[in-house]
């Protein structure tokens, strides 16, 4: 039995049928596939839970749908094959520069539309192949549109109005750092979230320079482990550090800070995608 709509399945044993269901992002990646006399190999929680006329047991993740008869055997989805690709993709990025990004908000009492994001920030860890480092680069960067810093920005990031103009330096020169890093090192780009790339293609374009979007090759890491770990919702950065590391660390709000835990998280991921030890964890705490 399959009801795509309501994202059920039965599955018979013996003579009767045991109900699953699924949440959205796993029905959007497996419905192509839920088909009957299909083979399934899944996890689920053991606890029911009433969905539209059914009990039915949530499914934590899908390891195998495949056909097996007499003329086919497809293998239309394996997690074990696409986990061992993840891992030797992330093996073989090279020299990876983490980028993390700090923005210019509206003011409090902002209700229009319209407000322009800038970076006012830029924190960047450049690691070899082998997690040496290479370089750290921290500034506060001056915006076009915005030269003012909001109070919400001031209050976000902890810093002083003075600090902010007395430490700033010019976009230009951020984006000659940057080119260069770029040009010599090659590197994939890995953030956390899309908006950092978002913001930084934006950039050239606030301020009037070429746009570097094509030399870059950008991996958005939230979205690599939320796939991966099969999440409704993006995961919290410094929520799966504390996890992964096991400590209780808060997030400072700070562009350099927050490179190194996405280096951090990307090194814990890597060996998770390898042992698989912490998927049962990370789903409780997220889904």
Not at 174 to 185: A, G, Q, R, S, V
Not at 201 to 223: A, P
Request: net charge neutral; aromatic share 16%; proline share 2%.
């Amino acid at each position: 039995m399959i009801e795509l709509d309501n994202r059920i399945i039965g599955i018979k044993e013996g003579k009767r049928i045991i109900f699953f269901y699924f949440h959205n992002s796993q029905m959007n990646l497996f419905k192509r596939y839920l088909y009957q006399n299909n083979w399934i190999d899944l996890a689920y929680d053991e606890k029911f839970t009433k969905k539209g006329n059914y009990l039915a047991h949530p499914v934590l993740f899908v390891y195998k749908i495949e056909v097996l008869n007499k003329l086919n055997h497809i293998v239309y989805y394996n997690k074990l094959s696409i986990n061992k690709a993840s891992y030797d993709f992330m093996n073989s990025l090279g020299n990876k520069l983490f980028l993390d990004l700090e923005m210019t908000m509206p003011s409090y009492s902002f209700k229009g539309k319209g407000f322009r994001t800038e970076i006012i920030q830029a924190g960047l860890l450049l690691v070899d192949e082998n997690g040496k480092t290479i370089l750290k680069y921290d500034n506060y960067i001056k915006a076009k549109l915005s030269p003012i810093i909001s109070k919400r920005a001031l209050d976000f990031l902890k810093i002083t109005a003075d600090d902010y103009v007395n430490k700033a330096i010019d976009y230009n020169v951020f984006y000659n750092d940057f080119k260069d890093i770029i040009e010599k090192y090659h590197p994939a780009i890995i953030v956390y979230g899309k908006n950092d790339i978002l913001v930084l293609n934006d950039s050239y374009d606030i301020n009037e320079v070429t746009s570097l979007k094509n030399e870059c090759r950008f991996i958005n890491l939230c979205q690599l482990i939320k796939s991966y770990y099969e999440l409704k919702n993006d995961p919290g950065l410094f929520k799966l550090y504390n996890i992964f590391y096991k400590n209780e660390d808060e997030q400072v709000h700070d562009a350099l800070s927050d490179s190194y835990a996405t280096y951090k998280v990307f090194e814990a991921f890597k060996e998770d995608v390898k042992n698989a030890k912490m998927v049962e964890v990370i789903r409780e705490n997220f889904d």
